[in-house]
């Protein structure tokens, strides 16, 4: 699945390092030189570490965006979500309206295509009421219920107009320019280097193996473990900690490269036994992300905990997990917590709590989720 906001997000990047780390202020579109240029691609690494959050879906950030700007400032949308949030037609509402700010290097016109192909399996036919149909859909009335809906008409007889308007924070004079959309090869290598700009990430897995998780529950959290290091990109970091009535550290923080198979013969040797210090082993993790010697700066540090959330014999509580994720929320790089649920009955109560003090959100523990993991995270594939 591909984002075609993500995707032309990204192609504003490549466009902007061009004209600023490319020696070219004049360029019309980018070409594969430009995308392949490692001075090029550099720039695109310096806004992408500015970014805070990642999600597969803009329907996501909509929901983020009822938090506030204690949770984002800025996020990349197509003009008519914002109308429809700031209209509220979404089912959250953000504490204050959005603005639209336009890029004075230009945008991108998202259109949404309709061909008719010229090949032997379409008839003449099929050719007139497609033309047809595609008058239908430029004619006066129909453009007018495209406006109604947040979108620019293509039809220059319907003059723009509500909901386009300054008072729902968009900008009916577009006072930018229209950048032009690379060849499609062109697009294909700006989706490959994704995994080369991107903001990397530092994980840890935390792996419950208690008593509490014996049987169908731990198996269940070894598969989704291995699910989720099977897609891992190999230059991200990671580390391996489990906890019962200890806390143990399998593999310490380091590049995922060259260790895959050791990585997960280590998962297959957990077994569960003893009490569960989870909260404990959660402040472990944070305090090893934040305390790692690696650019803390530009790394994504997140820990992913797999458990039941029935903590027995921690030290700490989990005000005081709260409290350090809270803590740590305004920094510029913080450390997010991604609890994944076992068991019917598993603690959601704690688990959700430990989630949204961390900006993200309880996922089910099931390997179906782990992708999601992935978006949260930052490390999905734009070709996925």
Not at 260 to 268: H, K, M
Request: proline letters at 5%.
């Amino acid at each position: 699945m591909i984002s075609s906001t993500a995707l032309s997000t990204l192609i504003s990047e490549f466009s902007a390092s061009v004209r600023y780390n490319g020696n070219n202020p004049d360029f019309r579109y980018l070409t594969l030189a430009q995308v392949n240029d490692p001075k090029v691609q550099q720039g695109v690494r310096e806004i992408e570490n500015l970014i805070r959050h990642y999600s597969a879906r803009t329907t996501e950030f909509k929901e983020y965006l009822a938090q506030g700007p204690d949770y984002l400032d800025f996020v990349a949308l197509e003009e008519n979500d914002l109308i429809y949030i700031n209209q509220g037609k979404t089912e959250y509402h953000p504490p204050e309206k959005l603005v639209a700010l336009y890029p004075k290097e230009g945008t991108f016109l998202h259109d949404h295509p309709f061909a008719i192909p010229k090949t032997n399996w379409v008839s003449d036919e099929q050719r007139k009421a497609a033309k047809v149909f595609t008058q239908f859909i430029r004619s006066e009335a129909i453009q007018k219920q495209v406006l109604k809906n947040g979108f620019r008409p293509v039809n220059s007889n319907v003059p723009l107009g509500y909901p386009i308007v300054p008072a729902l924070g968009v900008d009916p004079n577009l006072h930018t320019s229209i950048l032009e959309m690379p060849a499609p090869e062109v697009v294909a290598n700006v989706q490959l280097s994704w995994q080369l700009v991107k903001k990397q990430a530092n994980v840890l897995l935390l792996i419950d193996n208690s008593a509490s998780m014996i049987g169908n529950k731990l198996e269940q959290a070894k598969k989704a473990a291995h699910a989720f290091l099977e897609k891992m990109p190999s230059q991200n970091r990671i580390g391996l900690i489990s906890f019962n009535s200890k806390i143990k550290v399998w593999i310490p923080l380091d590049y995922y490269e060259g260790k895959q198979r050791f990585v997960r013969q280590q998962v297959d040797k957990l077994q569960a036994t003893g009490n569960t210090a989870l909260y404990d082993a959660i402040l472990q993790a944070i305090d090893i992300l934040n305390n790692a010697k690696h650019d803390k700066q530009r790394q994504i540090k997140a820990v992913v905990v797999l458990s039941d959330g029935h903590d027995t014999i921690s030290n700490a509580a989990v005000r005081n997990v709260i409290n350090t994720i809270k803590a740590h929320r305004e920094t510029r790089n913080p450390v997010i917590v991604i609890p994944v649920a076992y068991g019917g009955d598993a603690d959601i109560h704690t688990l959700n709590s430990i989630a949204q003090n961390s900006a993200t959100r309880l996922q089910s523990g099931d390997t179906e989720s782990i992708q999601k993991l992935f978006d949260i995270i930052g490390l999905a594939s734009f070709c996925e």
